[in-house]
């Protein structure tokens, strides 16, 4: 199951600065990306082989960060 593009835009991120990593992370192999023509057309991007044997280190740096937000509220 891929992401798509947008769902990241309620982050604070430009789509210039996404669109360079998501190509970076194509390139490397970790990511793989599927362009749909569906009208309008849309891209998915998902975890390769490769990039699923990193998933725990992604799971684990996503719960650390909301930990440090919680943190970083209560200062």
């Known amino acids: 199951m891929g992401i798509t593009h947008t769902k990241y835009y309620r982050t604070k991120i430009t789509h210039a600065t996404l669109s360079v ?3 970076s992370l194509v390139e ?9 023509e569906d009208i309008p057309p849309h891209v998915e991007y998902s975890l390769t082989e490769i990039g699923e044997k990193f998933r725990p280190v992604l799971d684990a740096m996503q719960h650390w960060g909301m ?9």
Request: proline share 0%.
């Open 21 to 23: 990593q998501l190509k």
């Open 67 to 75: 930990e440090y937000i919680e943190y970083m509220k209560e200062k």
């Open 28 to 36: 490397n192999g970790l990511v793989e990306r599927t362009q749909y």
